[in-house]
Structures are given as C-alpha cells and as structure tokens.
C-alpha cells in the first residue's frame, strides 16, 4: 500500500521559501507512468493543483505559480520537494501531495496547514 507524508513548517515569513518534502513508502517514485503532485488548498477555498514531477524527473507547474515553483525530488529517499518562493499571506493553505495514476489522483497524503505570517 503507497502512503505519502507531508512534512515541513508550518509557519513561514512572508517573503521566504515554503519548502515542504513528501516522502513516499510502499512504492518507488520512480515506477513507471506515475506523476507525483503538489496541491493547496487555501482556507474557504477549492483545491488549487501547483505541479507534479513525473517518475521519470520531468516537472510541470501550474501557469500562475510557475514563476515561484520549484519541484524536486531525491530518489534514494524516494521522496519530492516542494519550493515556493516569496511567499505572501495568500500562499497560506493546506498542501497535499498526491499521487496521480492512469485513473487519476489515486493517493494522498494527509495534508499539512502551512500559514504564511510575520
């Protein structure tokens, strides 16, 4: 059974870098086809998808946050990182990591609140 794990802080500065790690178990981040996403979702709001690296190493990222959006991943821990860059308070929000298989997002993690303040 493939769980992920959100971790990171939960409280960031406005103008920092969010940085949170998902660490996968039960499975290889590098099985073929799957893609391992970011998702937020910020308070009162819907799911709101950031990007994905793909088993092979390939990042995609969302158009509106592209420009601050960093995904990496480290395969002998078999986990992947998320790198937002000069957050603001709007970037306050759970994240999710999922993972997304031919039949969609087939796993999450449990979601961690980051809240981004002075």
């Known amino acids: 059974q493939v769980q992920l794990q959100e971790s990171g802080p939960g409280l960031v500065k406005p103008s920092q870098t969010l940085s949170l790690t998902c660490t996968v178990s039960?499975?290889?981040?590098?099985?073929?086809?799957?893609?391992w996403s970011w998702i937020r979702q910020p308070p009162g709001k819907g799911l709101e998808w950031i990007g994905y690296?793909?088993?092979?190493?390939?990042?995609y990222y969302s158009p509106s946050l592209k420009s601050r959006t960093s995904i990496s991943r480290d395969t002998s821990k078999n986990c992947f990182t998320l790198q937002l860059s000069s957050v603001t308070p709007e970037d306050t929000a759970v994240y999710y990591c999922?993972?997304?298989?031919?039949?969609?997002?087939?796993?999450w993690g449990q979601g961690t609140q980051v809240t981004v303040s002075s």
């Open positions: 999922a993972r997304e298989g031919y039949s969609g997002t087939d796993r």
């Open positions: 690296i793909t088993y092979s190493g390939s990042t």
């Open positions: 039960g499975g290889s981040i590098t099985t073929n086809y799957y893609y």
